[in-house]
């Protein structure tokens, strides 16, 4: 792996989205008074205008075209949209409701899902290592049955939400930015009219409730949008064996948010749980690591 692409602008680019992402429970937790329906629905509204503005400068309209004219593409996403807003609504009344660890635990099981996943659709095989990994995270998972189901139903209802929704994406060809704009498009209308509906309610629309809570609502389509294009850039240029290891930051972030800042129970079940899955992933980072070193090797031993 050359040294470009381990220290230049993409891992910024990576650093600087899962960061974002890790923080993401601070911002929406300043929020937990708008109803989380309402939330995610404005969250959408204004990711459309910043997803249009970005296609527009970077000169992706043919892209965005062609795939609103592919019925096979729209329908796939039309399937991510409902997908990803799950997942968005999920993560808010799991913030709103003080389940940050679970969060946190939701995206520390994701690429382990994911791979499982690749397994089951698309063929892939995984190694002895790799399912003792898959093993372990399975028992972490199957320890929270005895004692934190609320913690399992929010984090694995993430998890699989985000792995099937990449699914849907890896196997749609579309970028990711024209992607997330039909996505966007796709909510747009149903998200317009809960937006309409909570501002004919006695209590008015939330944008009402003063200006902070209208400045942050209003800044949902920005921080929806910025990490999004940043992992969008960052994925161009990094290889994707480092851009793994980076995806951890975001979920170590919330996980020490979710004990520090925001005081949430770790007892002797949610703690044992988190300690397998912390295993199963270093094992599988170890073996992953350890296969590329071997392949770089072979093709540096390659006769020219």
Same mark, same amino acid.
């Given at each position: ?12 680019? #990576?650093?600087? *989205?899962?960061?974002? !992402? $890790?923080? %993401?429970?601070?911002?929406?937790? +300043?929020? &937990? ?105 399975? #028992?972490?998972? *199957?320890?929270?049955? !005895? $004692?934190? %189901?609320?913690?399992?139903?929010? +984090?694995? &209802? ?121 295993? +199963? ?24």
């Amino acid at each position: 792996m050359s040294s470009t692409k381990l220290i230049g602008p993409g891992l910024g680019a #990576a650093l600087l *989205a899962y960061f974002i !992402w $890790g923080f %993401l429970p601070l911002y929406f937790h +300043a929020l &937990a008074h708008v109803p989380p329906l309402e939330l995610v629905a404005f969250r959408i509204c204004l990711t459309l205008p910043f997803c249009l503005a970005v296609v527009a400068w970077r000169g992706m309209g043919g892209e965005l075209v062609a795939a609103l004219r592919n019925r096979a593409v729209l329908l796939r996403l039309c399937a991510s949209a409902a997908l990803i807003a799950t997942n968005w609504l999920i993560f808010v009344i799991a913030v709103a409701q003080g389940h940050v660890l679970a969060s946190s635990l939701g995206y520390y099981i994701n690429p382990l899902l994911n791979v499982l996943i690749g397994t089951i659709f698309l063929g892939e095989r995984l190694n002895r290592t790799q399912w003792s990994a898959v093993a372990i995270a399975g #028992a972490g998972i *199957a320890l929270l049955l !005895w $004692g934190a %189901l609320d913690m399992l139903g929010v +984090a694995m &209802a993430l998890a699989v939400s985000f792995a099937l929704y990449g699914l849907i994406r890896k196997l749609t060809p579309v970028a990711s930015v024209p992607g997330l704009t039909i996505e966007t498009m796709v909510l747009s209308l149903p998200a317009a009219a809960i937006v309409a509906w909570y501002a004919l309610q006695p209590a008015g629309s939330s944008m009402a409730q003063g200006a902070g809570t209208a400045g942050l609502v209003a800044l949902s389509g920005v921080v929806t949008g910025v990490p999004l294009l940043l992992f969008a850039a960052a994925a161009r240029q990094l290889d994707l064996s480092v851009l793994g290891f980076v995806q951890f930051l975001a979920p170590t972030i919330s996980f020490l948010l979710g004990t520090i800042a925001f005081g949430e129970p770790l007892d002797t079940v949610r703690l044992a749980c988190f300690v397998l899955i912390w295993t +199963a992933i270093g094992v599988f980072s170890a073996d992953m690591l350890r296969r590329r070193r071997g392949a770089q090797r072979s093709r540096s031993e390659a006769p020219a």
